[in-house]
């Protein structure tokens, strides 16, 4: 697996969701196949729970399998 698809797993994990979300945007944005979605996904998530964070509401946690 890429370097930067860990370490996004693992900052997501650690609930920090900004430093996760610019690991993956930095696959996205070099990506020109069809992974490109996924790690469009990957960055939905991580903001998505940036904000429930902030609202104190749990979030989920990606499993790297």
């Known amino acids: 697996h890429h ?5 996004g ?3 997501f994990n650690g ?6 979300h ?7 944005r070099q990506e020109q196949g069809p992974d490109k979605e996924f790690y469009q ?14 609202t104190e509401n749990p979030a989920a946690t990606i499993a790297c399998r």
Not at 15 to 20: N, T, V
Not at 41 to 54: K, N, P
């Open 22 to 28: 610019e690991a993956w945007e930095t696959l996205w």
């Open 41 to 54: 996904g990957l960055i939905q998530a991580a903001v998505g729970s940036g904000r429930s964070s902030m």
């Open 9 to 11: 797993i693992e900052c």
């Open 3 to 7: 370097p930067l698809l860990l370490r």
């Open 15 to 20: 609930r920090e969701y900004f430093d996760a």
